[in-house]
C-alpha cells in the first residue's frame, strides 16, 4: 500500500527543517523515476510548452496540455503529491473560469493542488479557490507568464521597491490561503527576507539557498535543455548520452548486427 504525500507531508518535513524537494515531471516516466528517486513532490509545469511540445515560451500551452500531462505524471507516481501549473489565461479572464479550470485539475486528472502565478492582484482569486478545497502553490518573482510584459525573463527584486513588492505579494498570498510560494529568480537575500516573514514553505528557483526547498525543471537537471539556466545543475549529461545510444541502434541496423539470434523469434 503506497503511502500517498499531501500538504500536511509538507508541512510536517518543512516544521522538521528538511529541505523540500521538488522536480517538474511532464509524463509517466519521468514521474517514476523521480518517485523512485525520492521526489516526491511533483510539479506538472507549463514548462513542457519549452521542454517538450517545441515552443519558444509558455505561453500557448493549453488547459488540454496540461491535463493530458498531468493525467500521465499521475499515473507514473501514484503516491506523489502532483501540482498542476494553471496555464497562460486559464484563470486570467474570469473567477468563473479559473474555479472551472482548476477544478478540472482536480477532478478528472488527480492533481493534488494547483500552481499560478501572480501577486496581491490575485488574492480575491485563491482566496476563492481555497475556500473552495483547491490547495494553491503561489509563484511570485519572475513570472514567465508574464515576459512580454517584463520585456525578458530577468532577475526580479533587485531595486527596494520591486523587493517590498515581492515580499507584499509573498505576503498576500499566505493571506488568501495558498499552502507554499514559489519565488523565482530573487536576489538570494530577498528569498531569505521572504522566508523568514513567511510562516508558508517557499520553494526557490533561481533564488538561492535558504528558501524551505528547491525546484527545478527536470530536463535541466538530467542535461536534456539545450540552454542551461545559470540557477541550474546539470546532474547527468543525457542529451549526449542518449543521442550515442540512438546513433548505435541505427549503425548496427544499417550494418546488420541488430537484431542479433537472441532478439529473434523462432
Ligand atoms: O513551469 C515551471 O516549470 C515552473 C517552474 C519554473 C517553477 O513554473
Do not use: W
Amino acid at each position: 500500500m503506497l503511502k500517498k504525500v499531501t500538504v500536511s507531508t509538507l508541512a510536517k518535513r518543512r516544521a522538521a527543517g528538511e529541505k523540500l524537494v521538488m522536480s517538474t515531471a511532464y509524463d509517466a516516466v519521468e514521474a517514476r523515476l523521480c518517485a523512485v528517486a525520492g521526489i516526491d513532490f511533483l510539479l506538472v509545469g507549463d514548462s513542457v510548452g519549452m521542454t517538450h511540445l517545441g515552443y519558444a515560451s509558455t505561453l500557448p500551452v493549453t488547459m488540454e496540455d496540461m491535463l493530458r500531462h498531468t493525467a500521465a505524471v499521475r499515473r507514473g507516481a501514484p503516491e506523489a503529491f502532483v501540482v498542476f501549473d494553471m496555464p497562460f489565461m486559464s484563470y486570467q479572464e474570469s473567477e468563473a473560469l479559473a474555479l472551472h479550470n482548476a477544478g478540472l485539475a482536480l477532478k478528472t486528472v488527480g492533481a493534488d493542488a494547483v500552481k499560478l502565478e501572480g501577486g496581491a492582484e490575485c488574492a480575491p482569486l485563491v482566496r476563492r479557490m481555497t475556500d473552495a478545497g483547491i490547495p494553491v502553490m503561489a509563484h511570485v518573482g519572475l513570472m514567465p507568464q508574464h515576459v512580454q510584459v517584463a520585456g525578458g525573463y530577468k532577475v526580479v527584486g533587485r531595486d527596494e521597491d520591486s523587493a517590498e513588492r515581492v515580499l507584499a505579494d509573498a505576503l498576500a498570498m499566505q493571506e488568501a490561503g495558498a499552502f507554499a510560494v514559489v519565488l523565482e529568480c530573487v536576489p538570494e537575500t530577498l528569498a531569505r527576507r521572504v522566508t523568514e516573514t513567511v510562516d508558508i514553505a517557499t520553494i526557490g528557483i533561481g533564488s538561492g539557498r535558504e528558501c524551505s526547498g528547491q525546484v527545478q525543471v527536470i530536463c535541466d537537471l538530467l542535461g536534456l535543455s539545450e540552454f542551461t539556466p545559470r540557477h541550474a545543475k546539470r546532474y547527468l549529461e543525457g542529451g549526449s548520452l542518449i543521442a550515442a545510444a540512438l546513433k548505435q541502434y541505427a549503425d548496427e541496423v544499417r550494418e546488420g548486427s541488430f537484431p542479433a539470434p537472441e532478439n529473434s523469434f523462432r
